[in-house]
């Protein structure tokens, strides 16, 4: 794809997968090396969509065409030939594809891209959340970038966090000691990208240490999440390839008239009152929100969802694609995963169950724990390995 940006790379991970009369689309935070699959923590939005019959009547809500639209968008932005997803159904999707494409977007589009699109998804959602010292805006990233505090309370902004983002952003980040008594040891390091440089005194207070639930095995993070909300209950949840950088969500210039991105990113974002998400006046019948595969072909046509990607986070295994009852039962992929509430008329009969891949409630830097950073490290890590910087 064009990257304008010396600067830029390519960093969004999805997978689009035809089969007999329905097109799997998946959104990972993987990349395709065996290190990601088999040792680090990742995290995939799977979801089938049918293939349009000659009886099929379109019932397209606002949500399901925003899908379509950033979808062809960023298929092809990649230079690949996008008419093939006409020929498919997106009405029933729950999430928002939020994207960023390199380049100066302005009004019109410049809603469309990076964290401008989060902030047209909440005023969408007419959307303003509590944030405060106990329900913060929650970034569990795997790079930082050089941040200014400027385009903190920027990207804040567009999260709906009006406050100081020293009291409300908390960044998870992996410690020293973590990357070093991890499973892969200091190999972990490589995908964790903090610079010398880039460790400036405004990251500082937002810190908070990377700490995996038991289920979890200590497995390093290259998974990605958004989220804000309690250790029993998430108020929403981006699961992202973006990172906490300007050319990961761009960066507004001009007055506000524009904003440049420079990498190529993807994710989706989950809020249990997407079922009736307007991006413009519609009257559109809502469909029913879920994070797990919507499954569309009967069990003797169905392939196993996740042996093509080859493992990938082995806590989404459970996630077989099961033909659910309506209302849809509750979906567990595992235990003590903090849980999106979905709407009160259907809290009774569904709860969605989103897996983090860190511990909650979080816990602070302090008494001289320090944070992974790419220099040196001379005592070993459990594998008697040493980390070297040359």
């Known amino acids: ?111 469309l891209y990076g964290h401008m699109k989060v902030r047209d998804i909440f005023e969408a959602l007419g959307e303003y959340p509590s944030y405060s010292t106990s329900n913060l805006l929650v970034a569990q990233i795997t790079s930082l970038g050089s941040l200014k505090e400027s385009w903190l309370r920027e990207l804040s902004h567009s999260f709906k966090n009006f406050k100081n983002p020293r009291e409300t952003l908390a960044v998870v980040w992996p410690s020293l000691d973590f990357i070093r008594n991890c499973c892969i040891g200091y190999q972990a390091g490589a995908s964790v990208c903090l610079t010398e440089k880039n460790r400036k005194k405004v990251l500082e ?18 998974i990605k999440t958004y989220s804000s909300g309690s250790a029993e209950s998430l108020d929403w949840v981006l699961l992202t390839s973006s990172n906490l950088s300007m050319a990961a969500w761009g960066a507004l210039q001009k007055l506000n008239s524009q904003l440049y991105i420079c990498h190529y990113e ?47 986070v082995k806590e989404f295994r459970s996630r077989s694609c099961q033909p659910h009852s309506d209302p849809p039962p509750k979906f567990q992929s595992y235990q003590k995963a903090p849980s999106v509430s979905l709407p009160t008329p259907m809290r009774a009969a569904s709860v969605v169950k989103f897996p983090l891949a860190f511990s909650l409630p979080l816990v602070p830097y302090e008494d001289g724990t320090e944070p992974w950073v790419w220099k040196t490290h001379l005592k070993p890590d459990i594998f008697g390995h040493s980390y070297r910087m040359d």
């Open 1 to 111: 794809p064009d990257l304008p940006s010396p600067y830029g790379c390519c960093h969004g991970k999805i997978f689009l997968i035809a089969y007999h009369g329905f097109l799997r689309v998946a959104v990972s935070t993987a990349n395709l090396q065996s290190v990601d699959y088999e040792d680090l923590s990742n995290g995939i939005w799977v979801m089938d969509f049918p293939l349009k019959s000659s009886e099929w009547k379109e019932e397209a809500t606002p949500l399901s065409s925003d899908f379509r639209s950033t979808l062809s968008d960023y298929v092809k932005r990649h230079g690949i030939d996008c008419s093939f997803l006409n020929s498919y159904s997106f009405d029933s999707v729950p999430i928002v594809l939020v994207s960023s494409v390199p380049g100066y977007h302005r009004e019109p589009a410049m809603s």
């Open 205 to 222: 207070p937002l810190l908070r240490q990377f700490k995996t639930p038991p289920y979890q095995r200590n497995h390093p993070p290259h």
């Open 266 to 312: 993807l994710g989706v974002f989950y809020h249990p009152a997407l079922s009736s998400l307007s991006f413009s006046p519609s009257s559109s019948t809502p469909s029913t929100p879920s994070l797990s595969p919507n499954p569309i072909h009967p069990p003797s046509q169905r392939p196993p969802t996740m042996r093509q990607f080859s493992a990938v």
